[in-house]
């Protein structure tokens, strides 16, 4: 059993003060050396792989094999991704002169930020601050982590293996809840990379802009999912399962809403009821691939939008059970009535999937389009058309065609949201440039000054020009 202790304000405030002191050391940190401190982190983690499989079984019920792929080899795989191109990412980059700075040397250095602050969610408590940590420490920067204070078990290994590979004064993790990220966001950081819900983003941008501090935003939203009549139905269904009931709902990219073609209604109901039997079985609460909602303040949640939706004669079609001593939610599938209340409105983050049938595209557009721009938006269809309509009228962080979240995994593709669902990029090399600062440098030629054409006095300068 984990035992439960924030750090304390005298605490936070010694971190700081000694990565303040820090600071100017960790920034001439050599590439070498930054890539020697992310393998020894990849070392540590396969070396605790069954305690953390462990943690993050008794925080949310995952499945070894879900905590493997989805969270220890997600991040073993961006350490060594990161270890193996750090080189080329923290290189000068020349860019091309112009004729008025011919001769000239003109290139751009990525350099640390300086201080940085992490903040995690509780939903992939191993992954989420550390593919995000990996970036920062390779950057060159000092982290302090903030982990949720919800996912008790995974943060006591976090804290373990971090404490084992790095020095505090570099990288350090305070555990704490609101009080304890207040204290934190009131210091002048340098970057401040938050995931989380909009509604906290928004408070963070504000602590931020006392400083004047960079942020990232890595937030949430309801992200569709389009599905047209030209689809393999019986792989789509199946797909849609995995990717909306991983991790029962909690996973930021799971689609959010179904948006179905209705001329499939019938078919598309009883492929989805038999992709979950295939998935779950008949009774999913016995499935041991299917996890738990974290807490139950999220379980309550959750089950008072079903209630309040069952209540105003929206169709159950599968799931609705909640086990609240087993902290379970069955996979529910649900045909709303109206989109006006918290299911249609609210981001679900929970295995509640609304399915909704439209007549033609320009419909389901809209009800896209009178929401937030989602962190990510799904399409599946084999019709070319129909994939550019949905494309060339929405905007989302990412998307996806003809599969779900596994976008998430491709090492060149940058993970971010848009306004509501984020602001700024993460991993790869789009998280090492987000915790760089991307330095513009300029070499005048050596024969010339360039600026000279413009020295005072400009009388002598305009009588040459006329
Ligand atoms: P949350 O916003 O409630 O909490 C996130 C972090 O902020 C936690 O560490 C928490 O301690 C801290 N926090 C909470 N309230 C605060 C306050 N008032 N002041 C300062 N700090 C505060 O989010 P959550 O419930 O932990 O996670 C769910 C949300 O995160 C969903 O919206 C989900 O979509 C989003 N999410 C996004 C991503 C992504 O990469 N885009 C990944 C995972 C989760």
């Not at 820090?22 to 069954?50: D, F, G, M, N, T």
């Not at 983050?349 to 595209?361: E, H, R, T």
Request: glycine share 6%; proline share 5%; aromatic share 10%.
């Amino acid at each position: 059993m984990a035992t439960r202790r924030y750090s304390t304000a005298a605490e936070i405030a010694l971190y700081y003060t000694r990565q303040t002191a820090y600071q100017p050391e960790c920034k001439q940190l050599s590439v070498q050396v930054r890539k020697e401190l992310l393998s020894k982190l990849e070392q540590v983690i396969l070396a605790r792989r069954k305690d953390i499989q462990e943690a993050l079984f008794q925080d949310l019920g995952k499945a070894a094999l879900e905590s493997d792929y989805a969270e220890i080899f997600a991040v073993i795989s961006e350490l060594r991704f990161i270890q193996k191109k750090l080189g080329r990412w923290a290189a000068p980059t020349a860019v091309a002169n112009n004729l008025l700075f011919f001769g000239a040397k003109a290139y751009i250095q990525s350099e640390p930020k300086g201080r940085t602050l992490i903040i995690s969610p509780w939903n992939y408590p191993f992954q989420l601050p550390l593919v995000h940590l990996a970036a920062s420490v390779a950057a060159g920067n000092t982290v302090i982590l903030k982990p949720s204070e919800f996912s008790e078990h995974t943060n006591r290994i976090l804290a373990e293996i971090i404490a084992e590979v790095f020095d505090p004064q570099h990288v350090a993790v305070v555990e704490g809840a609101v009080e304890e990220t207040t204290q934190l966001l009131a210091l002048r950081f340098d970057h401040i990379h938050f995931t989380g819900s909009p509604a906290v983003g928004k408070i963070v941008m504000q602590q931020a802009a006392k400083n004047l501090c960079g942020v990232t935003l890595e937030l949430g939203g309801k992200s569709p999912v389009f599905i047209d009549r030209q689809t393999d139905l019986s792989k789509t269904c199946k797909n849609i399962i995995w990717a909306k009931f991983l991790n029962a709902g909690q996973t930021c990219i799971a689609p959010d809403y179904a948006l179905v073609d209705s001329s499939l209604k019938e078919a598309f109901l009883a492929q989805l009821k038999e992709a979950l039997i295939t998935a779950f079985g008949t009774d999913p609460k016995l499935s041991k691939d299917y996890a738990r909602i974290i807490n139950g303040r999220q379980l309550t949640r959750l089950k008072t939008i079903l209630e309040e939706e069952l209540a105003q004669g929206t169709q159950l079609i599968c799931g609705g059970e909640v086990l609240e001593e087993q902290r379970y939610m069955a996979p529910t599938v649900v045909i709303p009535t109206r989109l006006d209340r918290r299911l249609m409105q609210d981001e679900l983050f929970g295995p509640i999937l609304p399915v909704i049938f439209y007549q033609d595209l320009a419909e389901a557009l809209q009800i896209v389009n009178e929401r937030e721009k989602p962190l990510s938006c799904y399409i599946f269809s084999d019709n070319k058309a129909y994939v550019e309509q949905v494309i060339k009228h929405t905007s989302a962080g990412s998307t996806c065609i003809n599969d779900a979240v596994i976008q998430i995994m491709h090492p060149n593709l940058p993970f971010a949201g848009v306004n509501n669902s984020g602001i700024g990029q993460s991993l790869g090399k789009f998280g090492f440039q987000d915790f760089s600062h991307q330095r513009a440098i300029l070499q005048s030629s050596p024969w010339v000054r360039m600026s000279s054409f413009f020295w005072f006095p400009y009388k002598e300068r305009t009588k040459k020009l006329v």
